[in-house]
């Protein structure tokens, strides 16, 4: 029979030595990999509900190399492309936030420090 699977419990996962590509590179793309897997999970069941996944999983598949777009090909290079515009984008507001510290707040405050008492006097 098979175990139960409880909450906070462990689930092992192999890839296949025969793995595909570009399934090995959205593995690789991930940063926290069970998040990812569970919500690709709980999407399934929103759209399925709960079921045995295995009775609608086609005996044979074909690859995701041999569709018309081997999919992830584009969408890889976009997430990394993507995620090294962030990194510069991070970089820069972080060099930026040094530049700001060097401004004066504001002109109000800048005014005010160039008003002085005979300014003030000749206003009166």
């Given at each position: 029979?098979k175990k139960m699977?409880l909450?906070?419990g462990?689930?092992?996962?192999?890839?296949?030595?025969?793995?595909?590509?570009i399934?090995?590179?959205?593995?690789n793309?991930?940063?926290?990999l069970?998040d990812?897997?569970?919500?690709?999970?709980e999407?399934?069941i929103?759209?399925?509900?709960?079921?045995?996944?295995?009775?609608?999983?086609?005996?044979?598949?074909?690859?995701?190399?041999?569709?018309?777009?081997?999919?992830?090909?584009?969408?890889?290079?976009?997430i990394?492309?993507?995620?090294?515009?962030?990194a510069?984008?991070?970089e820069e507001?972080?060099?930026?936030?040094?530049?700001?510290d060097s401004?004066?707040?504001?002109?109000?405050?800048?005014?005010a420090?160039?008003?002085?008492?005979?300014?003030?006097?000749?206003?009166?």
């Amino acid at each position: 029979m098979k175990k139960m699977k409880l909450p906070g419990g462990n689930i092992s996962l192999k890839t296949k030595k025969t793995e595909d590509p570009i399934v090995m590179a959205w593995l690789n793309a991930q940063s926290n990999l069970m998040d990812s897997f569970r919500y690709l999970v709980e999407k399934e069941i929103m759209l399925n509900g709960v079921r045995n996944l295995q009775a609608y999983i086609p005996m044979e598949r074909t690859s995701l190399q041999d569709s018309s777009d081997p999919l992830g090909a584009g969408v890889y290079r976009q997430i990394t492309t993507d995620r090294q515009q962030m990194a510069a984008a991070i970089e820069e507001v972080e060099a930026g936030s040094d530049e700001l510290d060097s401004l004066p707040e504001s002109e109000e405050e800048t005014d005010a420090e160039e008003i002085d008492d005979g300014d003030i006097e000749a206003w009166s």
